[in-house]
Nanobody, 124 residues
Framework: QVQLVESGGGLVQAGDSLRLSCAASGIVLSVYHMAWFRQAPGKEREFVAVIRRNGGITYYADSVKGRFTISRVNAKNTVYLQMNNLKPEDTGDYYC?????????????????WGQGTRVTVSS
């Protein structure tokens, strides 16, 4: 049974940094593509970043490119999202997701396993 547990969220000011963690259990992380999505209040859940299982190739939403970095440490079964220069529009619940397959890893429906989320609030 796949279990994903996010942590690291909090209340910060614009321009600050946060690092989110996603601890995976019940799986061998190295065979999974891993992603972060976020959901702002009243909005749909949206793609943030993904890191592929082979070679660690990464891809980002345009809104976070250059500010966020996704990484993974397979030996620790953990995925990270380093968020720098945070903006108020980055506020939301951040979710970790895992999948072993999927044609388009920017789509929610490509991921079958999700964490419970961690809240990030950025004040102006």
């Amino acid at each position: 049974q796949v279990q994903l547990v996010e942590s690291g969220g909090g209340l910060v000011q614009a321009g600050d940094s946060l690092r989110l963690s996603c601890a995976a259990s019940g799986i061998v992380l190295s065979v999974y593509h891993m992603a972060w999505f976020r959901q702002a209040p009243g909005k749909e859940r949206e793609f943030v970043a993904v890191i592929r299982r082979n070679g660690g190739i990464t891809y980002y939403a345009d809104s976070v490119k250059g500010r966020f970095t996704i990484s993974r440490v397979n030996a620790k079964n953990t995925v990270y999202l380093q968020m720098n220069n945070l903006k108020p529009e980055d506020t939301g619940d951040y979710y970790c997701a895992a999948t072993t397959s999927g044609d388009d890893l920017t789509l929610r429906q490509s991921f079958r396993s999700w964490g419970q989320g961690t809240r990030v609030t950025v004040s102006s």
